[in-house]
DNA sequence: ACAACAATTGACCATAATTCTCAATCTCAT
DNA sequence: ATGAGATTGAGAATTATGGTCAATTGTTGT
């Protein structure tokens, strides 16, 4: 199986687009966390790498790693857009916990079915779909009381 | 039962809020439509009846709203947040079509069952949650080609 | 009905996330 | 190495939304 790497690369070539080094350092820094990450936490880690880089170059490297099937946006109702891995990682959905902000990632293949059976009865050809439970989790319920 | 005026009526009594003019105007235009609507959507149509009510004031009298119970905010990812009913209205998801999109609100009883056993598995306290699929709908599929 | 007090309004400003603009710089096929 | 075309970085622009505050309104007790 390709690398994200050459994932990336490929997709660049296919479309002409250049691949230039800040394309590989946002890839870089998404690529090391298993975290759901905003543009500006994105854009703190690859300054340490390389501090010139531009804000508005990480929200365009991470729209191209997206296009490039390799992350997915993730809205948690913050604010502000997250990415998560898309690439060797597998369709899950969220808990997201009102209190303390974490996010348990879940997975279902009894919800995707009868997803499926949802949107065949309705003649819809489902492109993505997401789903969010917000409450309250494990470790801020004990704490609660 | 109540009736949605009643029950923000009640609602803003029992916080020591005042029962403006204003937030009533909006609340009507709300209850007369089931569509999902923006903030400026609804601003335009309360200017209808009262051409000098302010955009902040139906940002603060939808706030109201929602927590009075009668109404619970959607996102389907275009930017701006949308208003839908949620008093005498049951719980429902979304398909949305990205080519035209339209909205349509699915009911799937067996979902929330496969939610309530998800959330329990992880000793999480569910408090609302979203499930939206996109897509393509009937109708632009069949212009499609 | 009225006065007193607190809540609300409307106009405008503030904020924050995201996108746009453009001259300077980089990539890459040749 | 070179030139055409893509990308970058800085900052301005955009957009949805929330905050400020003096003027107005709603409520409550008299
Ligand atoms: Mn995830
Ligand atoms: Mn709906
Ligand atoms: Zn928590
Ligand atoms: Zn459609």
């Known amino acids: 199986m390709k690398s994200a790497k050459t994932v990336l690369r490929q997709y660049l070539k296919n479309n002409g687009l250049l691949a230039s080094k800040q394309r590989e350092q946002v890839l870089n820094v998404f690529l090391k966390t298993e975290k759901h990450l905003t543009v500006d936490d994105l854009y703190e880690l690859v300054r340490k790498k390389n501090p010139r880089i531009g804000l508005a170059t990480v929200y365009r490297a991470m729209r191209v790693i997206c296009d ?39 997975m279902s293949p009894e919800i995707e079915k009868l997803q499926q059976k949802l949107t065949k009865k309705h003649n819809f050809t489902p492109v993505r779909d997401t789903m969010k439970i917000f409450g ?3 470790k801020c319920k004990r704490k609660g009381e």
């Open 68 to 106: 490039a099937g390799l992350a997915r946006e993730a809205d948690f109702g913050d604010g502000s857009k997250r990415f998560e891995h898309k690439y060797k990682h597998q369709h899950h959905h969220h808990l997201v916990c009102l209190k303390c902000g974490r996010v348990i990632e879940v």
């Open 136 to 138: 309250t989790c494990r």
